[in-house]
């Protein structure tokens, strides 16, 4: 049997006492934390293994020919990242819903417009063959097509 430590851990119960003190999670758990971790993380930030991460954060600032060709690149991105640093689930299907909102600044008055990509990850587990669902909502820099 595999142990999901649950992250951070609080390597305070190590001096304690012993490692069975630490905090574990269940795999699902698990798996939608890694998740996380895959697309919030651009690639080069790993030191230990600098291609790790999702490749959307190279596509933020990128000049938009497209919005529907980016959007393509950007489902097709988490969905590599995913099969490629997710062993644990099979099946994967990625869905991205971007919506653009506004926010204004109390003090300066100024508005911005930012992307918001809600993105659904839907795969099964490999252990157990559960379908398995994850969401995740990120906010982009504005999508202006030239």
Same mark, same amino acid.
């Given at each position: 049997m595999d *142990?999901?430590?649950?992250?951070? *851990?609080d390597f305070s119960g190590l001096f304690e006492s012993d490692v069975r003190n630490l905090s574990i999670q269940n795999e699902k758990d698990s798996i939608k934390q890694n998740l996380e971790l +895959? *697309?919030?993380t651009n690639p080069g930030e790993h030191k230990y293994n600098p291609k790790f991460g999702c490749e959307i954060w190279n596509l933020d600032f =990128?000049?938009? =020919?497209s919005k529907t060709l980016w959007e393509e690149r950007f489902v097709q991105a988490v969905s590599?990242?995913?099969?490629?640093y997710e062993p644990r689930i099979h099946d994967v299907e990625v869905f991205v819903?971007?919506?653009d909102t506004k926010r204004e600044e109390v003090a300066t008055r100024a508005t911005f417009i930012k992307t918001k990509a809600? +993105?659904? *990850? +839907?795969?099964r587990m490999i252990n157990t063959n559960e379908r398995f669902s994850f969401v995740l909502s990120l906010f982009l820099g504005p999508l202006n097509p030239d």
């Open positions: *142990i999901n430590y649950k992250l951070p *851990i +895959i *697309i919030t =990128e000049r938009v =020919e590599k990242a995913v099969n490629l819903n971007f919506v809600n +993105i659904r *990850i +839907i795969a």
